[in-house]
């Protein structure tokens, strides 16, 4: 049975996204629409679903290690901070976004707190993930026999 670590990062995290806005169970917070995603940004994202793109994301991520902190988190979403016409340097995400993705992913049962820090996926975060990735893996093959099928009669 194929699971995430056997798909590619960003097939895996479009389907999870747009599983988790289908369901409806992810709590999005109100000012989603108005915040920047760091310090280091001059906009807020264009997307309008990108708390779920980005709740995806953190969840495959802490998916594929064991126990991630909100540190972590930040310097994984951090960019380029530009200074004008001095060198550019790293700077972190805005922890507050990353705690909020984390806590409403707790909510709906896919992640949980570990005692010794950090947050890692749940039972059932676990098997929702797989049950994701094997439909991803599914999709792709399906598409792949259509692909087949119409060379197969342009030949003929």
């Not at 992810?26 to 989603?32: D, H, K, S």
């Not at 994984?76 to 004008?84: D, E, K, P």
């Not at 016409?85 to 049962?109: F, T, W």
């Amino acid at each position: 049975m194929p699971g995430v670590r056997d798909i590619s990062a960003e097939a895996f995290i479009t389907a999870y996204a747009s599983h988790l806005k289908r369901s409806g169970k992810l709590e999005v917070p109100v000012w989603v629409d108005l915040v920047k995603t760091g310090s280091f940004k001059e906009l807020a994202p264009y997307d309008p679903d990108w708390y779920y793109v980005r709740a995806a994301a953190v969840a495959r991520h802490i998916y594929l290690r064991k126990d991630v902190g909100i540190g972590a988190l930040t310097k994984l979403h951090g960019g380029r901070n530009r200074r004008g016409n001095r060198p550019s340097h790293h700077a972190d995400s805005s922890a507050s976004v990353q705690r909020k993705i984390c806590q409403s992913l707790e909510k709906i049962g896919v992640l949980e707190q570990h005692e010794n820090g950090g947050r890692r996926i749940s039972q059932d975060g676990q098997r929702d993930l797989d049950r994701i990735a094997t439909a991803v893996v599914e999709a792709a093959k399906e598409e792949e026999d259509e692909e087949d099928e119409e060379e197969e009669e342009d030949d003929e």
